[in-house]
RNA sequence: GGCCCCGUCGUCUAGUGGCCUAGGACUCUGGCUUCUCAAGUCAGCUACGAGGGUUCGAAUCCCUUCGGGGCUACCA
């Protein structure tokens, strides 16, 4: 039975930054935080480089600016610092060796003298026998005569965990109680040939070093969790001081299996840049392998961390899917305030070179923004649609331009052009009804044909903003001008 | 192959023995609204993997089976 602890409860978001972030190591990072936020407790950031083949400083600045830009913020880690530190591992080389040499010297650990092609072909007999795979315990005994002459070989040796017989059982709080029997769990390599650490030994002493009450991870590290719990054992660690363990669902790429380029793991950086909100993320993915319950789906940040419970994380794996990231992301850009709305547009205007910035920019900008807030999902879509604002060189789009080429739409747009030079108030309700009296009612036709030729000479596409509110905001001249260009189509 | 995990609409999920002729959301289809596109709104399609039990009663408990995934590294 669990026994109920009033600890300060220890999270820990700890991946190994051999890549940009994706969604399933964000979903992990955003479990962990609002776990932290809704227990009161500690959000430790401790990044794991142990694999310094694969792991490059440029990924960790960038782990550390994508948790930043989600607003996953930490109480203990990088830049922060904290009581425990440092968070890593790469500059806790010294610790990892202390403890290596203690579990040699109690006999927790041994010195193992083969070499990978042995080991190679050792596991090449195990499948052919049709056997559990992994280490025979070929060097468990050694004696001092055999350790002699691998050493005059000239042969560098691991530190290998000793598994003894057994098994080991802990409660998972996501999948009940879970056993390992030690057959299946061989043993395992603590420290490299170079004297460099493992994960296997890194992840276990920082954790009760860094006093983690809870671990919330991936579900592919469940099988490892036996050789973690070893070492605990071989630091004399209090089983009612073990963290106790949540292995979150996978996060799958949109077919089949595995996240993959194709199917959702691409970086956040590209999500940022696809015009997603930090909210909309965090809250989609909330949604994976979680639920608030009550029918309910829409969380900010805050009530994610009111509601978050590991209890009401499931089991089974859950399938990424863009569309629904996008309709809650159109959801939030909808519920922006329109000052929050423009901070996020102008980027997104000035990189795609729409504006410059200057004072008369903005102040269109300000006025447009609101028609197309509710019409759009991503924020990169605010660009092309406000363009024919503020583009020098305006052009019809060509497959838009065979439309007004007839006939009819030269009537329509001679008609309007005559009516709208005589406006003397220039704005979308004055537009709207000399417009509706000269196409509606005079030339007696349908209104989506009649708005749809000018839609098309004013905007340059037969997608827009609304008609008449575009007009206003591009001012009478321009609108005039394109009329007038729009009639030698 | 072995060990471990998982299995409700296409997708994310609600559901912890009767409230389930299984609810919500996204997607899709159709309607309304309408100056386009959206938004809004209404309706529709579609699910408890299969087979056995237990029980008055099972999506919910047990067993088997099938399917999916992970691990099986001097990666994490």
């Known amino acids: 039975m669990l026994k109920v602890s009033n600890k300060e409860v220890r999270v820990r978001f700890a991946p190994s930054p051999t890549g940009e972030l994706h969604v399933g190591n964000i979903r992990t990072a955003l479990f962990d935080w609002a776990y932290a936020r809704h227990t009161g407790g500690k959000f430790v950031f401790r990044i794991e480089d142990t694999d310094t083949e694969r792991v490059t400083d440029e990924y960790i600045q960038a782990a550390l600016g994508t948790l930043r830009w989600l607003g996953l913020d930490w109480d203990e880690g990088p830049e922060v610092g904290g009581p425990y530190g440092p968070y890593l591992q790469s500059q806790r080389l010294d610790i990892y060796a202390k403890y290596a040499k203690q579990f040699l010297d109690e006999g927790f650990a041994y010195h193992c003298y083969c070499s990978a092609e042995e080991l190679e072909a050792v596991r090449e007999a195990q499948r052919a026998a049709n056997v559990a795979p992994g280490y025979n315990g070929h060097c468990r005994n050694l004696t001092s005569e055999q350790i002699a002459a691998y050493v005059a070989e000239g042969r ?118 696809a015009g997603y909100l930090p909210e909309a993320i965090c809250n989609y993915l909330a949604l994976l392998g979680w639920s608030p319950g009550e029918d309910r789906e829409d969380v900010t940040m805050k009530e994610l961390t009111e509601l978050f419970t590991v209890e009401r994380v499931h089991s089974s794996p859950a399938r990424f899917d863009i569309k629904k990231l996008e309709a809650i992301n159109g959801d939030k850009i909808r519920a922006l305030t329109p000052n929050s709305f423009f901070d996020w547009a102008m980027p997104f205007l000035t990189r795609a070179n729409v504006v410059t910035g200057t004072a008369s920019e903005i102040e269109l900008v300000k006025k447009a923004l609101p028609i197309i807030q509710e019409r759009i999902a991503t924020l990169s879509e605010i660009p092309p649609m406000l363009k024919f604002l503020f583009t020098q060189d305006f052009a019809v789009e060509s497959d838009s331009a065979s439309k007004i080429s007839d006939e009819q739409s030269k009537k329509v747009l001679q008609a309007s052009l005559d009516r709208l030079a005589g406006l003397t108030e220039w704005n979308h309700a004055a537009i709207e009804s000399v417009l509706r009296a000269a196409l509606i009612e005079e030339l007696g036709l349908k209104p989506r044909i009649a708005f749809g030729a000018v839609r098309i000479a004013v905007t340059g596409s037969h997608i827009s903003p609304p008609l008449f509110e575009s007009m206003e905001l591009l001012g009478a001249a321009k609108s005039l001008e394109r009329i007038k260009a729009a009639l030698l189509i």
């Open 156 to 273: 560098k040796p691991v530190v290998r965990m000793l598994m003894p017989e057994g098994s080991t059982t802990f409660t998972d709080l996501i999948r009940g109680e879970v056993s390992f029997d030690h057959n299946f769990v061989p043993d395992f390599v603590l420290v490299r040939a170079d004297g460099s650490p493992l994960y296997t030994l890194a992840v276990a002493v920082d954790d009760v070093l860094m006093k983690i009450t809870h671990v919330l991870r991936g579900e592919d590290l469940l099988s490892s969790t036996p050789r973690q719990i070893r070492v605990y054992q071989a630091m004399g660690v209090a089983p009612e001081d073990y963290p106790l363990f949540a292995h979150l669902p996978f996060v799958m790429g949109q077919d089949n299996a595995k996240l993959s380029k194709r199917n959702g793991e691409v970086s956040i950086a590209w999500y940022r840049d």
